[in-house]
């Protein structure tokens, strides 16, 4: 069974969509959490491990990988460009049992990693993904709180619980 790798140039991502980009002219680290959140979204929702790398020039300092949301997130080194360490990732990671997506609308990078045999997902491709994956997920949300049992009686949780138990049968 392959196993489903997305790697994404964070800083390329935030510059292509239009709500993180007004967000990183406000402040840049929100619209860095806020990729980060959508992407924990898009990683749950599609079983796929997402690892997001963003540039050091923006962030100086040494390098740096944190989990954040069950999102492996990567800074790079500093003087090494988020194509680099992407690059390395593909060879390191490309297999027999792994297929690798990678998120960039730079062309340069799309060849270089799809000449190393990893698929290219633009940054407008997967902003039209994300935005499908949110309705998707918003409206099992609604569906499922529409079918939850409601009371104009405010109830604790317990006395709630024992409610429902009655009026499934069990005592």
């Not at 967000?23 to 898009?42: F, G, P, S, T």
């Not at 923006?58 to 944190?66: A, R, T």
């Not at 309705?135 to 609604?142: C, E, T």
């Amino acid at each position: 069974m392959k196993k489903d790798i997305l790697l994404v140039d964070g800083y390329n991502i935030i510059g292509a969509w239009p709500e993180l980009r007004e967000l990183k002219r406000l402040k840049l680290a929100e619209a860095r959490d806020r990729l980060i959140e959508q992407l924990a979204e898009y990683q749950a929702y599609k079983g796929w491990k997402v690892i997001l790398v963003f540039d050091a020039y923006l962030v100086p300092g040494i390098e740096n990988k944190q989990r954040r949301a069950n999102v492996e997130v990567v800074f790079t080194r500093e003087n090494e460009t988020a194509d680099e360490r992407i690059e390395k990732l593909v060879s390191e990671l490309l297999g027999r049992r792994v297929e690798l997506h990678v998120a960039t609308s730079d062309l340069t990078e799309q060849w270089m990693i799809f000449g190393q045999g990893a698929l290219r997902i633009s940054a407008r491709e997967l902003e039209i993904e994300m935005k499908e994956i949110e309705k998707i997920i918003s409206a099992k949300v609604r569906k499922i709180q529409e079918e939850r049992p409601f009371s104009k009686i405010q109830l604790s949780q317990e006395v709630a619980e024992v409610f429902e138990k009655w009026r499934r049968g069990n005592r």
